[in-house]
């Protein structure tokens, strides 16, 4: 299976996540962050589609940004724990980042986020 990567931006060109793992697919949404003991700032895993997650079986707390179908930022869910579950109705993305990167990066809602490729 290759992996995608990307770098998430602001509508500035700020950067948001470094070197993101794009889970587009069944299984790659279902592994997630799953077996990972943490997440290094700068990398971050977006999935998509999907209107939530969940932290179960997961060893570390994540933010979690909830997204739209364009990439708006709908919701923030700062320092997610183990074992809990987040989502928003409208959503059709989640980007997970390391806990303290979406507050260290200005990340609110309302933004507008892209991917760059390459």
Do not use: N, Y
């Amino acid at each position: 299976m290759r992996r995608k990567e990307v770098t998430v931006v602001d509508r500035q060109g700020r950067v948001v996540c470094e070197r993101c793992l794009v889970a587009d697919r069944p299984f790659s949404r279902l592994r997630g962050l799953l077996g990972r003991t943490a997440l290094p700032a700068g990398e971050g895993l977006l999935l998509r589609p999907t209107p939530s997650i969940h932290t179960w079986f997961m060893r570390f707390p994540i933010d979690v940004v909830l997204l739209d179908r364009e990439l708006h930022v709908l919701d923030v869910r700062h320092a997610l724990r183990p074992w809990r579950v987040a989502g928003r109705r409208g959503a059709r993305a989640v980007l997970e980042l390391g806990a303290g990167e979406a507050a260290g990066r200005g990340i609110e809602p309302g933004m507008q986020l892209r991917l760059l490729t390459g």
